[in-house]
């Protein structure tokens, strides 16, 4: 190979400029069109994920089914309920 020097004003170095313009705006039209694709693709994605948990029923409180735990009362003991004094 050898370099060969050529002056601006050429046809030659006109269309060899011509021709990395064309290139580096069909470069640019291609990288925007990839990443509309993404941008659409993951929207899309994000729709489905919003409409497969609006459609998915909201899980059922299985606590509320189960019978009240026993809560001790606070407080002294009542000694004549306990030992049903009452009052003799």
Do not use: C
Not at 16 to 38: G, S, V
Request: aromatic share 6%; net charge positive; glycine share 4%.
């Amino acid at each position: 190979f050898k370099i060969l020097n050529v002056p601006m004003s050429s046809q030659l170095a006109a269309n060899h400029w011509n021709q990395q313009q064309a290139e580096q705006e069909e470069r640019m039209r291609m990288k925007k069109l990839t990443l509309d694709i993404n941008e659409r693709q993951e929207q899309e994605d994000y729709q489905e994920m919003l409409q497969s948990l609006a459609q998915r029923p909201a899980p059922a409180n299985t606590n509320r089914e189960r019978r009240p735990r026993y809560q001790h009362p606070k407080g002294a003991p009542n000694a004549d309920l306990i030992f049903k004094t009452g009052g003799r």
